[in-house]
């Protein structure tokens, strides 16, 4: 018997702030400015994407005392750009990322449930953690929780944000048009939550919203959000770059999946992934290896190997070796910040790869770093990027991508012109949407939210 055909999902990430992004580039426009907001979004549904991804950061990062370069821009409020584009999008998932360490579950889901009347069902939340003590000191808390905490503290914040969603039934009030009153249940919007991390009661201020509650995003390669996923998400957004190890990552997520009572359909696999797109597939080698190296300046080449080194090493030829010492361990003190700066759980092991692998190239640190610190990348003509999604995607290397593209906030449309077309040919993406919530889009419509709720 053979295996069905898999339909593609597809995102749209919204860069903003990272080294996926050509700033030279004379397309480039403002990733502060709503109209970019805008055109990346409308492009995205235009093409039928199943949602469109916002990261945020809740700290300008800095390294060797100085702001980060790719932060001088700014990071504007997710739930204010979001809720901007409900208003100027019909169909489009919209994605945000929301930290469940510096925040309270009744606020964000207050957001959530707002975002999901306002947009008609199409909200969904990536739950992420932080642990730095520098993005902790905006708040009150700090950085306090180590990796095994933070998920703990995750784990419940979202088991308290569904309750929260679960709240309010559907039909607690309901307008008697003839006596001019409402009908009222005395319980609507009742709740109460005490364990170790939250010691709240009260009544939550917003109707249930068209899906129930968000759909939830995971982002995370480690074992515990490898677990997370499996047991609370619907979609993940994942880094691998090989098929195999994609289909290894697959196998062992949807692994998961069974003894949380969930099927491998309940969770949607999403690697992050660039595209690079020419007439011919030589042209678009040409043309990617000049858009990577106008991504990794040797400046930033230095900054990126200072990050795992936790030194400086600005006095090192980019053109040159790497550095013959050890990184320094400890308390991460030259890039601070978590959003993009990578944060690395074994920093002598990973030189080790790194030296083996700049040795068996001859790579110097700019040429290592451009290797190493790239996305799954999707480069050749628009034939031969739909034949390789569509084959990992057929493979159970992952369900979907969610792309970024190198130029903001134009850069979609060559896609979604010309790739997304050659898909729709294949029978392996949508035409038309079939469905109006986010949950349609995706096809995990029909979790039974009160039972996950109560685990």
């Known amino acids: 018997m053979s ?7 597809l995102a749209a990430h919204f860069p903003g702030v990272n080294n996926t992004t050509v700033w030279s580039d004379p397309r480039a426009g403002s990733h502060i400015e709503f109209s970019s907001f805008v055109k990346l979004a409308q492009t995205a549904e235009r093409a039928k994407f199943d949602l469109f991804f916002l990261a945020e950061g809740l700290r300008l990062r800095e390294q060797g005392g100085l702001i980060y ?3 001088v821009v700014g990071r504007p409020d997710t739930f204010t750009v979001l809720a901007g584009l409900a208003a100027v999008t ?30 008609a069902g199409r909200a969904a939340w990536n739950v992420v953690t932080s642990w730095d003590a520098f993005t902790g000191e905006n708040f009150r808390r700090g950085g306090f929780l180590p990796q095994d905490q933070r998920y703990a503290r995750a784990k419940t914040f ?13 039909d607690e009030i309901a307008a008697d048009r003839e006596s001019g009153v409402y009908l009222r249940d005395d319980n609507a919007g009742a709740f109460a939550h005490h364990d ?14 068209p899906q129930g509650r968000p759909v939830i995003l995971q982002a995370g390669d480690s074992d515990e959000g490898r677990e997370f996923a499996a047991e609370a998400a619907d979609a993940i957004f994942a880094g691998q770059r090989t098929l195999e190890a994609g289909q290894e990552f697959y196998r062992d997520v949807k692994g998961r999946l069974a003894k949380y009572g969930r099927t491998p359909e309940q969770l949607v696999i999403l690697p992050a992934a660039t595209f690079v797109l020419a007439d011919t597939d030589a042209d678009a080698q040409e043309r990617a290896d000049v858009i990577r190296h106008q991504q990794v300046s040797g400046q930033t080449a230095i900054k990126l190997l200072e990050q795992l080194w936790n030194a400086d090493l600005s006095s090192f030829d980019p053109d040159g070796p790497l550095p013959d010492f050890d990184p320094v361990l400890g308390e991460h003190t030259v890039a601070r910040g978590r959003a993009s700066v990578r944060m690395h759980r074994d920093p002598l092991a990973i030189a080790r790869q790194w030296r083996e692998l700049a040795e068996e190239k001859n790579l110097s640190i700019r040429e290592l770093i451009i290797q190493v610190t790239g996305r799954q990348s999707f480069i ?14 057929q493979a159970d290397a ?7 593209p190198h130029v903001t906030p134009g850069g979609l449309d060559e896609f979604a012109d010309k790739v997304v077309p050659l898909l729709q040919e294949r029978g392996v993406f949508r035409t038309e949407y079939e469905g109006t919530t986010l949950r349609e889009h995706l096809g995990v419509d029909g979790i039974d939210g009160v039972d996950r709720a109560a685990r």
């Open 398 to 404: 992952a369900d979907g991508f969610i792309l970024a």
């Open 158 to 170: 979202l088991k308290t944000a569904w309750e929260l969603f679960d709240s309010w039934r559907g």
């Open 3 to 9: 295996k069905p055909v898999k339909q593609v999902h």
């Open 69 to 71: 370069d790719l932060d």
């Open 380 to 393: 050749g003509s628009p034939e031969t990027v739909a034949a390789r999604i569509n084959e990992l995607v």
């Open 90 to 119: 019909e169909r489009l998932g919209l994605a945000g990322t929301i930290n469940s360490t510096f925040n309270e579950p009744f606020d964000v889901a207050r957001q959530f449930a707002s975002l999901d009347h306002l947009s």
């Open 196 to 209: 170790e991390h939250f010691d709240i009661e009260g009544r939550f201020s917003v109707p249930r919203s």
